[in-house]
């Protein structure tokens, strides 16, 4: 009888040491696993000139501007490039957690635009597993260039190009997202008969962690049309670039070789090429207020 | 009949423990800084707590990413620049109310009571110590407590640029309602 007490005694003792780790296993057994969605798996709605699977959250308004400066190649006189400017700005919005829309205006053209962003899935982890984020842009583009012949009848839906395209991402690790992105463009008028009114594309974009607040980013589409019959020479464009955050603002400083910063221009209008030096410096600036508290 | 008596003592030590413990899914964690240039204040309603009235031991457990924030900047700021949520999901106390003999957890009312243990952040553990009152009611255990951190203990660096923005003492506000757990 006195060894079992004793050895009662023994036993107890285990439990008054662990009993604060004990508690805990208590509480990890009492508590379900959670979703756990993934963040910032781009650090702005942008990977470069295109659209990322990021969306403005609810009642947050980002306003960005961008500049894409003349050729680098153009030379000292026109201080490589810097001499000219073609410039996008634009008011995004986020509605709901799945619904962002955007206006915008860009200089090239004279060309206004809107999109409309859907998020469908979001990656997560947890107690429910999705591997990848996809959303849908869908965007229109008015030019309201003067008609260079003001004889003949001109539309209005002449001025019009849309896109659609579906945003396909993940975040690898801690600092190392993709983006893989099927687009289609539709121009109601094009230039000449050998130009299709229908471009498809794909795009591929990735960015890489270099700091908290840095980041390397790239972006390349290919036109899968054939280019060659087309009435100018088209270029797949590809841009390299960095984000680097501050609190409010997302600077993006990039090379590319297409001058538009909108879809229907960089997928079909990029006419340098990066090998003859036809690169542009630009920058995106995004800066976000709070209209509504979530 | 010693078999039969081992069976009870045991069976008695196993109700006894467990009836001495409280629990909650739902306490609340909220931080708050205050600087002339911006106020920031994070939220966290799904924070999980048990309590242990025979010891005095005490546990909660937050996952970082059910903060909230005003600001969805701010939470996304705080997840991915500040506490790196996706390495270090969850923070955890593991402490103990040093003066239980203060507290009446038969009689309802409101008892002083002091804590003593490790806050673990940012996968950094530190002791501290707190002031805090525990409210006996009928049916549960209310307990409350607030005291101030410096996130530069936890290794949470702040950079320069944001440093006017961001309270070198955070102030963590703890609100417990503990049901008892059967």
């Known amino acids: 009888m006195r060894r079992l007490s004793l050895a009662f005694l023994f036993s107890l003792i285990p439990i008054l040491i662990i009993a604060q780790d004990d508690l805990m296993n208590l509480l990890n057994q009492n508590t379900v696993p959670e979703i756990n969605f993934t963040t910032a798996t781009f650090k702005s709605t942008r990977i470069m000139n295109g659209h990322s699977i990021e969306s403005m959250p609810p009642g947050q308004l980002d306003v960005r501007i961008s500049h894409r400066f003349g050729r680098i190649n153009s030379g000292a006189y026109e201080f490589f490039g810097l001499d000219q400017a073609n410039m996008h700005f634009s008011l995004e919005y986020g509605i709901l957690k799945w619904l962002m829309i955007g206006v915008g205006r860009g200089s090239y053209e004279k060309t206004f635009d809107g999109f409309t962003k859907f998020t469908l899935l979001r990656q997560s982890s947890g107690a429910r597993v999705m591997p990848v984020s996809v959303s849908v842009l869908s965007s229109v583009a008015l030019k309201s260039l003067k008609w260079p012949d003001q004889t003949r009848t001109n539309y209005f839906s002449s001025r019009l190009s849309y896109v659609a395209q579906v945003l396909i991402a993940r975040k690898i690790n801690q600092s190392f997202s993709i983006q893989l992105t099927p687009s289609y463009v539709h121009r109601n008028l094009v230039a000449t008969e050998l130009d299709p009114n229908d471009l498809w594309a794909v795009g591929a974009g990735g960015r890489m962690k270099l700091t908290k607040r840095l980041s390397l980013n790239a972006e390349y589409y290919y036109l899968a049309n054939p280019k060659k019959y087309m009435s100018l020479p088209v270029y797949n464009p590809l841009s390299v670039g960095i984000d680097i955050e501050t609190g409010g603002h997302v600077f993006q400083l990039l090379f590319t070789n297409s001058l538009t910063m909108i879809e229907k221009g960089f997928i079909g209008e990029t006419t340098g090429r990066w090998g003859k030096g036809d690169i542009h410096f630009g920058f995106n600036i995004s800066r976000v207020f709070t209209l509504k508290n979530h | ?182």
């Not at chain 2, 700021?77 to 506490?83: A, I, R, S, T």
């Open chain 2, 1 to 182: 009949m010693k078999r039969l008596f081992l069976l009870l003592f045991f069976l008695n030590i196993f109700f006894a423990v467990n009836a001495q413990k409280y629990m909650t899914k739902n306490g609340f964690i909220g931080f708050f800084s205050h600087t002339p240039m911006e106020d920031i204040k994070g939220d966290n309603n799904q924070v999980a707590g048990v309590l242990d009235i025979s010891t005095g031991d005490m546990v909660f457990q937050a996952l970082i990413k059910s903060f909230h924030f005003d600001r969805a900047l701010m939470e996304e700021h705080f997840n991915e620049n500040y506490m790196e949520s996706d390495k270090f999901p969850k923070s955890s106390f593991k402490g103990k109310i040093t003066n239980l003999s203060s507290v009446n957890f038969s009689k309802n009312g409101t008892y002083d009571v002091t804590v003593e243990g490790d806050l673990t952040i940012h996968d950094v553990t530190n002791k501290i110590s707190s002031k805090g009152t525990v409210e006996v009611v009928s049916g549960g255990i209310n307990a409350s407590s607030k005291f101030n951190i410096v996130p530069e203990d936890y290794k949470i660096n702040i950079p320069g640029v944001v440093r006017e923005k961001i309270n070198k003492n955070l102030e963590v506000t703890v609100k417990m309602k503990y049901e008892n757990l059967h």
